[in-house]
């Protein structure tokens, strides 16, 4: 009798759902996005479906038969307090019905401000709002996991970059800019050291935690490449491209200045921490359990220069 491969579900079709979707590819599973639309540019043996996500009934229906839940979808930046508590709470009660491991795509912002590299066992100290919002959050999930609601393994990442990342500070205000050879505008000192995370490596850590039970009731931080300044990174960016060096970055006033026109710039404001002191994550846990698969950055920079390259093309 023939066996149906697995079904993997996962909430969203942003950045980080598509890096999970290629992964799973390479996996002989039956894959599932979930959005508002029910559309999505993926290849056709993908099905995505349209679901209200924050209602608890609908995540069911589309986890039903499940094996493995991803979840990567978020509110808008401005509107992570009042909803994003929400619709964590209703994919965990979702995935409850379906007894499926639940990997979480989440950041780092519960930590606050930390003069060491970030590790998972560090306290959530966060003084921000949003850092507060997550804080609550992850640990909601964890509870929910020790309650035997729901089994649960918690990703972190840092500031993406990569195939499909836009709305990040390492996303479309930086590499267009590269490309054409023009003035890149990034955020904070670009002297100090900050991690920033590959879409791709992301995606493949989630989908490697939902295959291996060892890592459920945990947190991870997914595998980076090394951490340099932000000046090195655009520096070897701009290298690749093969233009000089050009770049500024945006202090605190800037992104206060921006934020009077800018929502997101002014929700930015709060976390310029990150920024303007060493920001450097602690990947050894995972890369211990399961092996270190960071992309190098020389490559991760240029396939993401690739992708850009590419999005110009179809554009132009």
Partial sequence: MATHPELHVIFGTGALAQSVMRELLQHDVQIRMVNRSGSAAVPPQVEVIAADAYDPENTRAVTRGAAVVYQCAQPGYTQWQTLFPKLQASIVEGVAA??????????????????????????????????????????????????????????????????????????????????????????????????????????????????????????????????????????????????????????????????????????????MYEFEQPFVVDHSKYAQAFGNHATPLEASIQLTLAWYREQSLQLA
């Fill in 98 to 271: 379906s007894g499926a491991r639940l990997i979480v795509g989440d950041n780092l912002y519960m930590y606050g401000a930390v003069n060491v590299p970030m590790h998972e066992d560090l306290p959530n100290a966060a003084t921000t709002h949003k850092g507060r919002t997550r804080a609550q959050m992850s640990e909601a999930l964890l509870k929910a996991h020790q309650r035997g609601l729901v089994q649960v393994a918690i990703a972190r990442g840092s500031d993406f970059y990569g195939s499909g990342v836009l709305g990040s500070v390492m996303g479309d205000r930086v590499f267009p800019a590269v490309l054409a050879g023009k003035m890149a505008s990034a955020v904070g000192n670009l002297d100090v050291p900050h991690t920033y995370t590959f879409i791709d490596d992301f995606g493949r850590a989630l989908v490697m935690l939902g295959e291996h039970p060892e890592a459920l009731g945990q947190i991870w931080h997914v595998p980076n490449a090394e951490t340099v300044t932000t000046r090195q990174f655009l520096t070897l960016a701009f290298q690749q491209a093969g233009h000089p060096p050009a770049m500024k970055g945006m202090g605190k006033f800037m992104m206060q200045l921006g934020g009077l026109f800018i929502p997101e710039a002014r929700e930015t404001v709060e976390m």
